[in-house]
């Protein structure tokens, strides 16, 4: 008899319709040593006669079987399944999945390769219920590249993350013998079955494979069990299974893989469920509160550390079942961003809330003082607004709400407006309702509006396509809007009757706007029919929807949306640009400027910007910004959005691009256009194809990297060290270099020129803008940002106590702290006046300047600093694997700083404390050196020399 080489068990329960599709994707698989075994769970409908003629069709390949009853889940079926397979090897597809082409040979290859029990692939999740299907891989990261463990406990987010059966394949003998099998009668099997192989296979490999895709339908009207968590019930299988799992780890001893299952439980498994709370009940609630508080009190604690503030705070107050502080935590988490409490703050920390502050692990828990609440411009918070009461007679609406007043900055004496916003999800139109706010009033923690809309006179559907309408309050304080999304809560909206509208069209298709709670918990409308005339119009239209016409009609608006995404498509775009705007005529004067990709007004574009103002030169500038709105550019400055079409035009007709990173790689710069790259810093590491990163892509992606740098005409430097490291790094020729300095640090040189020359240092403006007094000492900590191995930005962290800093050294010095542009910081308040984030200042070099020494660690803001001959104190706390385990350096900067290198809190304090002798006069010499070696070209006239070269009359 002939084995198998993968048996793939496709177990099926009132599925007719998609188990051929799963059946067909395992015979179409590239391995041909496949077989199928189904197994139906007792289906009510035509599965097992479509697994009978399925088997019938393939003979040798398909076998059907029916269990004798309905199992409920999928533990029966799988367990029956691995007794009737034959394959030397055994995988799990439920029949509403398919899988990859190439899965079954890529997971026997590496099985065979490494003799592993088990082999597991990346899985696909396939979002059936978006517009083009969207896809999300399944924590990629695990699969990143094919490895080989020998045990579990080498790679614990193995057995944390991935909990799936289906995209693993199996030895057939190892789960033989060791009595591996889904339990059943209970739901949620994958989790303890995945547990007990992890724990007891002998090797395990993971490939970087798609072997499963994972076809996800939220609307569908039979909800999967993932999909059912309103029920009770579905929580306590979770909790069983957990408990399971966790006894199994126990047993072994792995206490740290217990700890590591701890807080994925806490940011994923109770994540899914307290996103319900809000729209369920208070029986519901206390059942869950139970179960789940029974769960909690044997999570390690470590595990709150470890978790984001809002999954701790959840957590936490759910075990004191203070439903007042945890319903609207659980809002905020199904709302991401939104703020939904007012609260508190106590001894120069934020809290949620005031409660169970008389603790340490509650003050440490419900701390938020690192999200910047009570610093933020309020209009970058997105302020919770929950509906306190909802009524509607006829066609007209009365509803009322509150909006938190986060620690009260809304002040009693601001100036309120409101207006209702009710507007179409799919805008046909482009028409939506504004109406006035009849009440709005401060109410300490809360803003109270109240309003009624007459909707059947201001809402005027279409009445066929814009089908749901939501609803905002735009409020207004002092002058400043702040929109919000209207959350329903508790208000019981399903009590009130429908309103009567009056779509543009007609009423004999809908008649009725009926108010709904979104998937996010909002407040939404959604045209219905009631009337007899509506209701028999509406249902001639949906029979008319399936028909020949209907099909027709509906193929056309699809290629029309499609065809409307894609002109707003990246490759449309290029196109664009490539085959229009490059025909058009250069435009002589025309400058593009851009700093940081867009995100500021600042560095040396800015410098030569002003200084061509400055000379009255006649040119046309033009600068781009990225987000949606543009911030600290100048009022008269002309704007283009960064890959906007206007942004691909003026770049395509532009005599110059200056920028100090790089226009987008995949424009071609046209002959007659003049390409001014200023850079943005000396390098300390490793830059382009010197980065190990870029050494490591393909050849194709090197060459498209080549010639974007190929660009540049000019490329400015400002020290032979640059040309030692950047240029060679960029592969750039020498006639491209220009050996003038940057711009930017024009100001810095005149800075120490004006001390040298009077023996006084001026402050200027900015430091009574900032509240400095002329007495403090002013320091300015400017570090670089810190990025993961596979490049994504890590979060920032302080890498001392600030609130010990300001404690000990606030009455004689202010800090000022500048986060990397790619970073953000959050200061408590307890540092108010001595402490100061200054990071929203786009340009660095008036704080530079203004700075009496400064604090960095890797930024190249040292080689700018270095031209005011001030001291400078590194703080390199990770060097050894920012230096050797990143990207690397061109030099030692340990060997090489004008200034005290220290990696811990306490030495760092220890200069501070001690400054003028420890930072200043011990490395004057070591500055000169450094300057010499790195700025000799920063003269103090870069931006002047550039002007005059390229703007007045001079050659390119």
Same mark, same amino acid.
């Given at each position: 008899?002939?084995?198998?080489?993968?048996?793939?068990?496709?177990?099926?329960?009132?599925?007719?319709?998609?188990?051929?599709?799963?059946?067909?994707?395992?015979?179409?698989?590239?391995?041909?040593?496949?077989?199928?075994?189904?197994?139906?769970?007792?289906?009510?409908?035509?599965?097992?006669?479509?697994?009978?003629?399925?088997?019938?069709?393939?003979?040798?390949?398909?076998?059907?079987?029916?269990?004798?009853?309905?199992?409920?889940?999928?533990?029966?079926? &799988?367990?029956?399944?691995?007794?009737?397979?034959?394959?030397?090897?055994?995988?799990?597809?439920?029949?509403?999945?398919? =899988?990859?082409?190439?899965?079954?040979?890529?997971?026997?290859?590496?099985?065979?390769?490494?003799?592993?029990?088990?082999?597991?692939?990346?899985?696909?999740?396939?979002?059936?219920? +978006?517009?083009?299907?969207?896809?999300? $891989?399944?924590?990629?990261?695990?699969?990143?590249?094919?490895?080989?463990?020998?045990?579990?406990?080498?790679?614990?987010?193995?057995?944390?993350?991935?909990?799936?059966?289906?995209?693993?394949?199996?030895?057939?003998?190892?789960?033989?013998?060791?009595?591996?099998?889904?339990?059943?009668?209970?739901?949620?099997?994958?989790?303890?079955?995945?547990?007990?192989?992890?724990?007891?296979?002998?090797?395990?490999?993971?490939?970087?494979?798609?072997?499963?895709?994972?076809?996800?339908?939220?609307?569908?009207?039979?909800?999967?069990?993932?999909?059912?968590?309103?029920?009770?019930?579905?929580?306590?299988?979770?909790?069983?299974?957990?408990?399971?799992?966790?006894?199994?780890?126990?047993?072994?001893?792995?206490?740290?893989?217990?700890?590591?299952?701890?807080?994925?439980?806490?940011?994923?498994?109770?994540?899914?469920?307290?996103?319900?709370?809000?729209?369920?009940?208070?029986?519901?609630?206390?059942?869950?509160?139970?179960?789940?508080?029974?769960?909690?009190?044997?999570?390690?604690?470590?595990?709150?550390?470890?978790?984001?503030?809002?999954?701790?705070?959840?957590?936490?107050?759910?075990?004191?079942?203070?439903?007042?502080?945890?319903?609207?935590?659980?809002?905020?988490?199904?709302?991401?961003?939104?703020?939904?409490?007012?609260?508190?703050?106590?001894?120069?920390?934020?809290?949620?809330?005031?409660?169970?502050?008389?603790?340490?692990?509650?003050?440490?828990?419900?701390?938020?003082?690192?999200?910047?609440?009570?610093?933020?411009?309020?209009?970058?918070?997105?302020?919770?607004?929950?509906?306190?009461?909802?009524?509607? +007679?006829?066609?007209?609406?009365?509803?009322?709400?509150?909006?938190?007043?986060?620690?009260?900055?809304?002040?009693?004496?601001?100036?309120?407006?409101?207006?209702?916003?009710?507007?179409?999800?799919?805008?046909?139109?482009?028409?939506?309702?504004?109406?006035?706010?009849? +009440?709005?009033?401060?109410?300490?923690?809360?803003?109270?509006?109240?309003?009624?809309?007459?909707?059947?006179?201001?809402?005027?559907?279409?009445?066929?396509?814009?089908?749901?309408?939501?609803?905002?309050?735009?409020?207004?304080?002092?002058?400043?809007?702040?929109?919000?999304?209207?959350?329903?809560?508790?208000?019981?909206?399903?009590?009130?009757?429908?309103?009567?509208?009056?779509?543009?069209?007609?009423?004999?298709?809908?008649?009725?706007?009926?108010?709904?709670?979104?998937?996010?918990?909002?407040?939404?409308?959604?045209?219905?029919?009631?009337?007899?005339?509506?209701?028999?119009?509406?249902?001639?239209?949906?029979?008319?929807?399936?028909?020949?016409?209907?099909?027709?009609?509906?193929?056309?608006?699809?290629?029309?949306?499609?065809?409307?995404?894609?002109?707003?498509?990246?490759?449309?775009?290029?196109?664009?640009?490539?085959? =229009?705007?490059?025909?058009?005529?250069?435009?002589?004067?025309?400058?593009?400027?851009?700093?940081?990709?867009?995100?500021?007004?600042?560095?040396?574009?800015?410098?030569?910007?002003?200084?061509?103002?400055?000379?009255?030169?006649?040119?046309?500038?033009?600068?781009?910004?990225?987000?949606?709105?543009?911030?600290?550019?100048?009022?008269?400055?002309?704007?283009?959005?960064?890959?906007?079409?206007?942004?691909?035009?003026?770049?395509?007709?532009?005599?110059?691009?200056?920028?100090?990173?790089?226009?987008?790689?995949?424009?071609?710069?046209?002959?007659?256009?003049?390409?001014?790259?200023?850079?943005?810093?000396?390098?300390?590491?490793?830059?382009?194809?010197?980065?190990?990163?870029?050494?490591?892509?393909?050849?194709?992606?090197?060459?498209?990297?080549?010639?974007?740098?190929?660009?540049?005409?000019?490329?400015?430097?400002?020290?032979?060290?640059?040309?030692?490291?950047?240029?060679?790094?960029?592969?750039?020729?020498?006639?491209?270099?220009?050996?003038?300095?940057?711009?930017?640090?024009?100001?810095?040189?005149?800075?120490?020129?004006?001390?040298?020359?009077?023996?006084?240092?001026?402050?200027?403006?900015?430091?009574? $803008?900032?509240?400095?007094?002329?007495?403090?000492?002013?320091?300015?900590?400017?570090?670089?940002?810190?990025?993961?191995?596979?490049?994504?930005?890590?979060?920032?962290?302080?890498?001392?106590?600030?609130?010990?800093?300001?404690?000990?050294?606030?009455?004689?010095?202010?800090?000022?702290?500048?986060?990397?542009?790619?970073?953000?910081?959050?200061?408590?308040?307890?540092?108010?006046? &001595?402490?100061?984030?200054?990071? &929203?200042?786009?340009?660095?070099?008036?704080?530079?300047? =203004?700075?009496?020494? =400064?604090?960095?660690?890797?930024?190249?803001?040292?080689?700018?600093?270095?031209?005011?001959?001030?001291?400078?104190?590194?703080?390199?706390?990770?060097?050894?694997?920012?230096?050797?385990?990143?990207?690397?350096?061109?030099?030692?900067?340990?060997?090489?700083?004008?200034?005290?290198?220290? +990696?811990? $809190?306490? $030495?760092?304090?220890?200069?501070?404390?001690?400054?003028?002798?420890?930072?200043?006069?011990?490395?004057?010499?070591?500055?000169?050196?450094?300057?010499?070696?790195?700025?000799?070209?920063?003269?103090?006239?870069?931006?002047?020399?550039?002007?005059?070269?390229?703007?007045?009359?001079?050659?390119?």
């Amino acid at each position: 008899m002939h084995v198998p080489d993968v048996s793939v068990v496709v177990i099926a329960y009132n599925d007719a319709e998609r188990l051929p599709a799963a059946v067909r994707s395992v015979l179409e698989q590239t391995l041909h040593g496949v077989d199928v075994v189904i197994v139906d769970d007792c289906s009510k409908d035509d599965t097992f006669a479509v697994a009978q003629a399925l088997a019938a069709a393939h003979p040798n390949r398909v076998r059907a079987f029916q269990l004798p009853r309905n199992s409920g889940g999928c533990g029966a079926p &799988r367990n029956f399944g691995i007794q009737q397979a034959t394959g030397t090897y055994v995988m799990f597809l439920d029949s509403d999945d398919v =899988l990859e082409r190439n899965a079954c040979r890529n997971m026997l290859a590496a099985a065979e390769s490494t003799g592993s029990d088990l082999v597991s692939g990346l899985c696909v999740r396939v979002h059936l219920d +978006s517009r083009n299907k969207k896809t999300t $891989e399944w924590y990629p990261w695990l699969y990143s590249q094919t490895r080989t463990i020998d045990s579990i406990t080498e790679l614990s987010d193995l057995l944390v993350f991935d909990t799936l059966s289906t995209n693993k394949c199996y030895r057939r003998a190892f789960l033989l013998e060791q009595g591996l099998e889904f339990p059943v009668g209970i739901h949620y099997e994958d989790l303890l079955f995945s547990a007990q192989a992890y724990v007891a296979a002998s090797r395990i490999t993971l490939i970087p494979n798609h072997v499963y895709y994972w076809n996800v339908q939220e609307k569908a009207s039979a909800k999967s069990i993932s999909n059912r968590r309103h029920e009770i019930a579905n929580f306590v299988h979770r909790m069983e299974i957990h408990r399971r799992v966790d006894a199994l780890l126990e047993s072994k001893g792995y206490d740290e893989l217990k700890y590591r299952k701890d807080i994925k439980f806490l940011k994923h498994d109770l994540v899914l469920h307290l996103r319900d709370l809000p729209l369920l009940g208070d029986d519901y609630r206390r059942e869950f509160a139970e179960l789940a508080n029974g769960y909690l009190a044997d999570i390690d604690p470590r595990a709150y550390e470890e978790v984001q503030p809002l999954h701790a705070i959840c957590a936490y107050l759910l075990s004191k079942e203070d439903w007042t502080h945890l319903l609207p935590a659980t809002d905020a988490l199904t709302n991401p961003g939104r703020l939904t409490t007012a609260l508190a703050e106590l001894d120069g920390h934020v809290y949620w809330c005031a409660e169970h502050l008389d603790t340490e692990q509650g003050r440490r828990i419900l701390d938020v003082t690192a999200a910047g609440y009570d610093t933020r411009p309020l209009t970058s918070l997105a302020l919770g607004n929950r509906l306190t009461s909802y009524a509607s +007679s006829g066609g007209v609406v009365e509803l009322a709400g509150r909006v938190v007043n986060p620690l009260g900055r809304i002040s009693p004496d601001a100036e309120l407006g409101a207006v209702l916003e009710i507007s179409a999800r799919r805008s046909v139109s482009g028409k939506a309702a504004h109406v006035p706010v009849a +009440s709005v009033r401060h109410a300490g923690a809360w803003i109270e509006w109240k309003g009624r809309v007459d909707i059947a006179r201001t809402v005027r559907p279409l009445g066929v396509i814009d089908a749901v309408w939501d609803v905002r309050l735009v409020l207004t304080v002092d002058g400043q809007k702040l929109r919000t999304r209207v959350s329903v809560g508790g208000t019981p909206i399903d009590e009130a009757d429908p309103v009567r509208i009056r779509p543009r069209l007609t009423q004999l298709v809908s008649d009725r706007f009926v108010p709904e709670v979104t998937r996010k918990g909002n407040l939404s409308y959604v045209l219905a029919a009631e009337g007899k005339a509506a209701v028999h119009t509406s249902a001639m239209i949906e029979g008319a929807m399936h028909g020949r016409a209907a099909g027709l009609a509906k193929t056309g608006l699809k290629r029309l949306l499609h065809t409307k995404r894609n002109l707003n498509s990246g490759e449309t775009k290029l196109r664009l640009y490539h085959r =229009l705007y490059s025909k058009l005529p250069i435009r002589k004067g025309l400058v593009v400027f851009e700093s940081h990709l867009g995100k500021q007004y600042s560095d040396s574009p800015r410098a030569i910007y002003e200084e061509m103002r400055r000379r009255n030169i006649p040119f046309e500038g033009v600068w781009s910004y990225a987000g949606a709105k543009p911030t600290g550019f100048p009022e008269d400055a002309v704007l283009v959005k960064r890959w906007s079409r206007q942004y691909l035009r003026a770049l395509a007709q532009a005599e110059f691009w200056i920028d100090n990173q790089g226009f987008p790689l995949r424009l071609t710069k046209r002959p007659g256009t003049t390409y001014i790259q200023t850079w943005h810093g000396t390098a300390l590491k490793r830059m382009g194809f010197d980065e190990p990163h870029t050494k490591s892509r393909g050849l194709g992606t090197q060459q498209t990297f080549q010639k974007a740098l190929d660009r540049f005409d000019h490329f400015l430097i400002r020290g032979e060290h640059d040309r030692r490291t950047l240029a060679k790094a960029f592969r750039l020729r020498e006639e491209v270099l220009l050996p003038v300095g940057y711009p930017r640090n024009d100001e810095l040189v005149a800075a120490h020129r004006r001390e040298t020359e009077t023996g006084r240092r001026e402050r200027g403006p900015l430091a009574a $803008e900032l509240g400095i007094a002329p007495e403090k000492t002013v320091l300015l900590y400017a570090p670089t940002f810190r990025a993961a191995p596979g490049g994504k930005v890590r979060a920032f962290k302080l890498p001392f106590d600030v609130e010990e800093f300001a404690e000990r050294f606030g009455d004689t010095h202010t800090l000022l702290v500048r986060t990397h542009y790619l970073n953000s910081v959050s200061l408590p308040p307890s540092v108010r006046g &001595r402490v100061v984030d200054v990071s &929203r200042r786009h340009d660095v070099t008036p704080l530079l300047a =203004l700075a009496d020494g =400064l604090i960095t660690d890797y930024s190249s803001v040292m080689f700018d600093y270095g031209l005011l001959d001030r001291p400078m104190v590194f703080l390199t706390y990770d060097y050894e694997e920012y230096a050797r385990e990143n990207r690397g350096t061109y030099f030692d900067l340990k060997e090489r700083a004008p200034g005290p290198v220290v +990696s811990t $809190e306490e $030495e760092f304090f220890g200069v501070i404390a001690n400054f003028r002798d420890e930072a200043d006069i011990k490395y004057a010499a070591a500055r000169q050196r450094f300057n010499a070696e790195f700025s000799e070209y920063d003269r103090g006239d870069a931006a002047e020399r550039i002007v005059a070269r390229f703007f007045t009359g001079g050659r390119k």
